[in-house]
């Protein structure tokens, strides 16, 4: 069974940082993309930034130039890191995996979210 365990959320003046991280455990055959995704209240869940097995990179405009998406693939893990925080980075961040099984096809899987509130 794959679990997606993330660390790193937290309380934080606005301008400061955070680091998020998240690890895939259990047995699979390898992880294709992995990324965070975020959901303010009120608000639809939206891609932060994500990352593919060779280390290519996307992020969303309001993101971009501030946080900085990394992966240790011998560790299964992804860092965010997170600088010039602004209270509206306050939100849910989820961690997401798409996952090729041992047995074959992809599939999703989400971390549990970790709470990140930027104050002004």
């Known amino acids: 069974q794959v679990q997606l365990v993330e660390s790193g959320g937290g309380l934080v003046q606005a301008g400061g940082s955070l680091r998020l991280s998240c690890a895939a455990s259990?047995?699979?055959?390898?992880?294709?993309?992995m990324g965070w995704y975020r959901q303010a209240p009120g608000k639809q869940r939206e891609l932060v930034a994500g990352i593919t097995s060779g280390g290519s990179t996307n992020y969303a405009d309001s993101v971009e130039g501030r946080f900085t998406l990394s992966r240790d693939n011998a560790k299964n893990t992804v860092y965010l890191q997170m600088n010039s925080l602004k209270p509206e980075d306050t939100a849910v961040y989820y961690c997401?995996?798409?996952?090729?099984?041992?047995?074959?096809?992809?599939?999703?899987?989400w971390g549990q979210g970790t709470q990140v509130t930027v104050s002004s």
């Open positions: 259990g047995s699979f055959f390898s992880i294709k993309a």
């Open positions: 997401h995996a798409d996952i090729t099984a041992l047995a074959g096809g992809a599939h999703d899987y």
